[in-house]
């Protein structure tokens, strides 16, 4: 049996592997499904019983009404996406060196100042909220994406210092020692070396980052008003005190969902790639 | 047409309004410039962000140079804004919607309510003012008569014999019992969230006061734990057997509204805006087989509880006059008329409601002024969230069967005296 | 003009230089909120006109805790649900990283259905959630009656065990996917070399799990188990729109009574109480995790 | 400091130089010079301090205490690059995102070389090296054979002044290593570049080196010719670490005996060269190779325990009351196992060592220590 041929596996291997993808597409996609099933319909056939999902139900209404009310949402999304994107680009650019620094760069008491890094994300977000709004209502930034972006940075950093801390660990030595005899330096040898062969943790550190930032919506409710207001806020507006207008909510997010799904295209082959082999442990 | 279409038009309209309010607030400074603080349409939103007396509004503002902007966010997330910027001594707006929240933040607002005109306050329900006033002054003004009612399924009420609806505990409890067959659950209601207005504890209250009873004695300590308070909680318990089981689970009062909607509940305890909704065809099964009635009486007659949508104005206003003057235009009779027939959130001011063509367009108009008559209390204090999630809480205890209901009370009555204490 | 600096002497000073910007941006941003935060848990807060009235009560706070049944009942349902979901997410997410590095599960499209239920605004997500588990219309309800598995339509959120574990449910079908992404992003690193060598050695499939897949998987799995439980202890808006704690405070968990402490109550100083056990608390399990976790290499350096 | 223009300066020297991780000391005052153009390897046991030695030549480590010169500069404080070294890694430490030719043509790249001239000497050390067929593969997809020789092109390319290999054979089959070394060899001869060696490989070392350190516990034991290395071993460590099969050490206590000492061990009596000049009484172990004891004859009696035919020699284990040892026969040998046998050491090469001390006596040095 070829090595190729092992690593599909037996009947019963690729049996089980198939199951388990199927699985996992249920799992994950049925209640997307649902979602977006309910974004079509009218409400009086989702709350009927069993839900009826005869044809003369399907609407479009929700979609038209969302897309119509552009303003909100695509000002929210807007809004959404500078924040998103600014928190995960310097989450990385100042993270991805960090996170190097304290796997290799023998500085002091590495690994201490690493769990300090993440302790700050271990007191509940709640908890920091009225001193930082505080301080950010002094500084005249309330409304303000930078605010936030910066504000979103500061919960991203640690987590993608912890994520790229811990792969850089695993980096052979050889590989930086190799591009200081040629006569790399320290800066050179990250950006040549080491991040280009840590693309899927760099992938998953991003989509994570951008992910985390555009669905946040604690603080953007209390350091938000109007003008500042992230796609959250706008899809949580569908649900008031005493109706949810659901379907709306529903096709809302929907639609926001879609820059994500293209950020994990972009990123599809970040994820995938691997550079494993040819750098074994030295 | 424009009223069943009327919560996506209001939803648009809002999202203008927020856009509008997104200018800078530095070119404002040439005029007068007032921040409104509120919930978005379909909750109960001022005109300009409703649509509703839209002509009214501008010439209003043209007429007193005024610029006003809105800070408008889904009502769920009000307080916790509001909570924060005034923790932090910060909040940034001249006129604030509040929902029982007076008493809890008393300190940053103007008691700006004693200095309306006197023919406007005659005009206002006098109880009106309960839930918006502290220690003996007014700081706010209602501006929705939004009390609970009894919403019916007629055609199940006529299935057993209903002609009208229950008229008191024990019809309603003979109903709710009958009418749960085929699949269909006799009441239903929202007891998931205990806290709050229309959570679980405010609907004890309603009970309570149906039973003759009221929250706190003269020197603010609670008085409930006394038959009133133990009948009103028994007559829930005695409910459940009629009841939608999900109810204890439904933490929203739309969960509860849907149900009745789908025609699988044939009475439940809804908001004044309840109406409009169930006529739309795209949401509702029973377009025009409900019926409103005032709540069913207890032993000393039918009592509701207020929903206390109400204005007020912050005391760092630049300009309190002005931020007065622009309640009083949501107050005046015209804007109140449009707020009614083109949002369906009915008005305050008893001369609109009289109005016959507001009850024509919106039949439960009279019900609800009829419940307007009996007492509608919410008993709001500073401390009304804490006191009502301890009660809420109880209360679930009860229904769940965990408690009987004498204990629940006993309980319920100690943890809020310690509440009060604590408040000192 | 070479520099004095040896190779060594170089990269610390690099080093440094490029964890700073980290450093002092945390700093600048966190700083003063988590010290301020940790100080109003010894504070009596009051609102009072213009801001907050704060009075210095030493341990009374933490002296209110362990009073407070509510408090008790919401710590151990938050290590319950910690341990849960951190157990149950670490292990779906491994078989899911497992099935999309099988040659199998390579394509693109599993990639991005792996990431969408995360993507999913929460705010919708709980919304959406709340529909599916529905007592009286919930498809959830619909479905499983249609299959036959259950009889009358169940009350899901009804009782305190079956709304927790409901609530455990949506969040791990929430948590899955960035795990899943993470631990994908170890396995792609476990050189082929070493796989090939134990399929030469006779190594069984378990074997090769459990002594080859495992071992080099160590950071990747520790960083998951770190982060999820970091995670697991703050959950917060699940609660909130689900089943506000109820009933009864059968789901109150610990972040959602911080929550309803310092914003529905107002009581700033006991909500910072109970978010700063949530921080001690989070703190000692990284620590322990960390510890278990470590390779054996790197506790001896 | 500097040295006269007039003289040659060695390539490498090391002063003194000592390293400690901590409080653990790995390398303790290592002295060496190494010439120009010649080739030297650190050899020993792992942890021995030979590729702590090698790093701190080439700059990736520091030295706690002494002084490294290169072409007679001190260059303690200077980066690898600076130093001008390559280096073959011990796992090639290929970089995996980048194709032969990047993988080979970096070190220049990191240099501002102009692109065309990177493509012109990629291409010649691809050319001369037999990778012009894969210069577009990436490591992963190349045979073990090829990443060695893409890791040691990418130390060529740039012409350095010092080569350093740390134990680039380790991964290789034993077929490929002793190809690779006789082209390693081959390519020393050609560039004349000073190289300095690192392998635990004492075969690898015999075959490879002009001289060889031979590395204990982070000194140097003894620094010398692979032949003054295997026949005059300075101490029994360096002994019994060069040779295959390895050399066999006897303990007794030197007699006084008609024509000089000898030392008993069992019943065989071990004739030492008198010019030794060991008093009696004295503890030594006795090194013998297996090359030096002729069977057949001769005054030590016993068995045959074990015979191992290795092809062109066979080696024959013979034990007696006084122990055992190990005769290499030339040929196929067919003595059977349990046979008797006579042996004879050859007394003249005979190595003697201080018991206590490690330390070979030889002739004229009446004492050691």
């Known amino acids: 049996m070829s090595y190729a041929h092992h690593r599909r596996g037996g009947f019963s291997l690729r049996l089980l592997t198939g199951a388990g993808l199927v699985l996992f597409v249920i799992w994950s996609a049925a209640p997307i499904l649902w979602l977006a099933l309910s974004s079509v319909l009218e409400q009086r056939a ?79 977000s709640i908890a920091i909220a ?24 500061s919960f991203n950093l640690p987590i993608v210092i912890w994520i790229l801390r811990n792969f850089f660990l695993g980096i052979p030595d050889g590989l930086e020692k190799a591009a200081a005899i040629d006569g790399a330096g320290v800066i050179g040898t ?59 909510m529903m096709a809302a997010a929907l639609i926001s969902v879609v820059p994500v799904i293209l950020l994990a295209v972009l990123f599809r082959d970040w994820i995938v790639r691997g550079f494993a082999d040819g750098m074994m442990k030295g | 047409m424009s009223v069943l279409l009327s919560r996506r038009d209001m939803l648009l309209a809002a999202c203008a309004a927020g856009a509008a309010a997104s200018l800078p607030f530095d070119t404002a400074r040439a005029s007068e410039a007032l921040s409104v603080f509120g919930p978005l349409p379909p909750d109960p939103a001022p005109p300009g962000a409703a649509k509703f007396a839209e002509a009214a509004f501008e010439a209003w503002k043209k007429a007193h140079n005024a610029q006003v902007s809105y800070d408008l966010l889904a009502w769920p997330q009000l307080h916790d804004r509001m909570a924060t910027a005034f923790a932090s001594g910060s909040a940034p707006w001249n006129v604030l919607y509040m929902c029982g929240w007076v008493p809890e933040f008393a300190a940053f607002l103007a008691p700006f309510a004693d200095d309306l005109p006197k023919a406007l306050v005659d005009d206002l329900p006098a109880s009106s003012f309960e839930t918006v006033t502290w220690q003996g002054k007014r700081y706010g003004a209602v501006f929705t008569l939004s009390l609970l009612t009894l919403f019916y399924n007629k055609e199940h009420l006529a299935e057993i014999g209903f002609s009208a609806a229950p008229k008191n505990w024990d019809e309603f409890k003979r109903a709710a019992k009958e009418l749960t067959r085929a699949g269909r659950y006799g009441f239903v209601a929202n007891y998931g969230d205990p806290a709050g207005i229309g959570g679980t504890a405010s609907y004890w209250m309603a009970f309570l006061q149906q039973a003759g009873g009221k929250m706190y004695g003269e020197d603010g300590l609670p008085v409930f734990k006394g038959d009133a308070g ?195 | 003009m070479p520099s004095p600096a040896t190779y060594e002497q170089r990269r610390q000073t690099a080093g440094l230089f490029l964890l700073a910007p980290s450093i002092v941006v ?137 709304a927790l574990n409901f609530l455990l449910l949506v969040d791990v079908w929430k948590s899955v996917p960035f795990v899943a992404l993470l631990l994908l992003a170890g396995l792609q690193r476990v050189p082929s070399v070493l796989y090939k060598a134990a399929y030469m050695d006779g190594a069984s499939r378990l074997q090769t799990l459990m002594h080859v897949t495992l071992p080099s998987m160590r950071a990747a799995i520790a960083v998951a188990v770190v982060l999820q439980t970091i995670w697991s202890l703050r959950i917060f808006d699940l609660v909130f729109v689900l089943t506000r704690g109820g009933p009864a405070d059968a789901t109150v968990l610990l972040n959602f009574l911080a929550y309803r402490v310092t914003f529905n109550f107002l009581d700033i100083g006991y909500g910072a109480a109970i978010a700063n056990v949530i921080f001690v608390m989070t703190i000692l399990l990284a620590i322990l995790y960390i510890r278990l976790v470590r390779p054996a290499g790197e506790a001896a350096r | ?23 653990v000391p790995v390398c303790r005052d290592v002295d060496l010079a190494i010439a120009a153009g010649e080739f030297v390897t650190l050899l020993g046991p792992s942890g021995c301090g030979k590729t702590t030695t090698l790093n701190m030549v080439a700059g990736l480590e520091d030295c706690t205490s002494g002084d490294i010169l290169l072409a007679g500069r001190r260059v303690n404080e200077l980066s690898p690059v600076e130093r001008d070294v390559a280096m073959v890694f011990q796992n090639y430490a290929l970089y995996p995102h980048m194709t032969v030719a990047q993988n080979i043509g970096f070190t220049l790249r990191m240099r501002g070389t102009p692109r065309a001239e990177i493509d012109r000497r990629v291409k010649d050390v691809t050319t001369a090296l037999e990778l012009s067929h894969v210069v577009d593969r990436l490591p992963a997809q190349l045979s073990g054979g090829q990443q060695q020789r893409v890791a040691i092109g990418r130390a060529i390319v740039r012409e350095p002044r010092i080569f350093l290999f740390d134990e680039p054979f380790s991964n290789l089959d034993a077929a490929l290593r002793v190809k690779m070394r006789a082209e390693v060899k081959q390519l020393h001869r050609r560039l004349g570049v000073t ?23 982070g000194r140097v034991e003894q620094f010398g010719t692979p032949e003054e290395i295997y026949a005059r071993p300075a101490t029994r460590y360096v002994a019994s670490f060069i040779g295959n099969p390895q050399i066999e050490l006897l303990s007794g206590i030197v007699e006084a005996h008609e024509g000089g000492p000898v030392v008993r061990i069992g019943s065989e009596l071990v004739r030492l060269a008198s010019s030794l000049n060991t008093p009696a009484g004295r503890s030594v172990d006795i090194g013998v190779r297996p090359e030096h004891v002729r069977l057949g004859s001769g005054t030590l009696a016993g068995r045959v325990r074990l015979v191992q035919p290795v092809g062109p020699s066979s080696h024959v284990v013979i034990e007696w009351d006084g122990g055992s040892l190990i005769a290499a026969q030339p040929g196929f040998c067919r003595l059977q196992p349990g046979e008797p046998i006579r042996a004879e050491i050859s007394a003249a090469d005979v190595m003697v060592f201080d018991h206590a001390s490690g330390v070979r006596l030889s002739q004229g040095m009446p004492r050691a220590n």
């Open chain 1, 46 to 124: 989702l709350i009927a019983r069993p839900p009826d999902l005869s044809p003369q139900n399907l609407t479009l209404s929700n979609f038209i009404t969302v897309i119509g009310s552009a303003a909100a949402l695509g000002r929210g999304m807007l809004n959404s996406l500078i924040v998103a994107l600014f928190a995960t680009l310097a989450s990385l650019a100042l993270g991805a060196p960090a996170a190097y620094a304290l796997a290799r760069l023998s500085v002091p008491r590495a690994s201490a100042i690493a769990f300090l890094v993440l302790a700050t994300q271990m007191l509940p």
């Open chain 1, 130 to 153: 009225i001193p930082l709004f505080l301080v950010i209502s002094r500084l005249g930034l309330i409304d303000n994406l930078f605010s936030l972006g910066v504000v979103y940075l």
């Open chain 1, 190 to 248: 990250f950006w040549h070396i080491v991040l280009p062969i840590s693309l899927p943790p760099l992938g998953a550190a991003a989509v994570f980052a951008f992910v985390e930032a555009w669905n946040e919506f604690f603080f953007a409710l209390i350091l938000t008003r109007q003008s500042a207001q992230t796609v959250p806020l706008v899809i949580a507006a569908f649900a008031g005190q005493y109706q949810t207008v659901f379907g709306q």
């Open chain 2, 230 to 424: 133990v009948a009103a909680l028994q007559m829930m318990m005695d409910l459940m057997p009629g009841s939608d089981p999900g109810s204890i689970s439904y933490a929203g009062i739309n969960d509860a509204t849907n149900v009745l909607m789908a025609g699988r509940a044939s009475m439940m305890m809804n908001w004044p805006f309840m109406w409009n909704a169930a006529q739309d065809p795209a949401q509702s099964q029973i377009v025009g087989k409900l019926g409103s009635a005032i709540l069913p009486a207890g032993p000393a007659g039918s009592a509701s509880i207020d929903g206390t949508d109400a204005w007020t104005v912050s005391k760092t206003s630049a300009d309190p006059a002005l931020a007065r003057q622009l309640v009083e235009f949501y107050l005046d009779a015209d804007v109140q008329k449009r707020q009614a027939l083109d949002t369906g959130w009915l008005p305050i001011r008893l001369s609109v409601l009289a109005d016959p063509e507001v009850q024509q367009k919106l039949p439960n108009a009279a019900v609800v002024l009829e419940q307007a008559k009996h007492p509608y209390n919410s008993f709001v204090t500073p401390d009304f969230n804490q006191v009502t999630q301890a009660l809420g809480t109880e209360v679930q205890k009860a229904l769940q069967g965990q408690k009987t209901a004498a204990q629940a009370i006993a309980d319920a009555s100690d943890l809020v005296t310690a509440i009060v204490k604590r408040r000192g």
């Open chain 3, 26 to 162: 945390l700093l600048a941003i966190l700083g003063y909120p988590i010290v301020e935060s940790l100080l109003l848990a010894f504070q009596k807060v009051q609102l009072a006109a213009g801001g907050i009235d704060r009075q210095f009560v030493g341990l009374a706070n933490f002296q209110r805790l362990v009073a407070d049944e509510t408090f008790r009942r919401a710590l151990l349902n938050t290590l319950y649900f910690a341990a849960a979901e951190v157990v149950l997410v670490v292990l779906i997410a491994f078989a899911i990283a497992l099935l999309l590095n099988h040659p199998f599960g390579r394509a693109g499209l599993f990639r991005i259905l792996l990431v969408v239920p995360w993507a999913i605004a929460p705010v919708a997500n709980a919304v959406l959630w709340k529909w599916i588990l529905n007592a009286n219309y919930g498809v959830l309800n619909g479905l499983l009656q249609s299959l036959g598995i259950i009889d009358v339509y169940q009350v899901w959120l009804g009782t305190p065990v079956s």
């Open chain 4, 1 to 23: 400091m500097s040295p006269s223009p007039s003289s040659t300066p060695l390539a490498i020297e090391l002063r003194g130089v000592a390293k400690t991780f901590g409080s």
């Open chain 4, 195 to 217: 190289s300095l060696f690192v392998t635990h490989d004492q075969e690898e070392a015999m075959s490879i080196s002009d001289r060889i350190a031979v590395m204990n516990r």
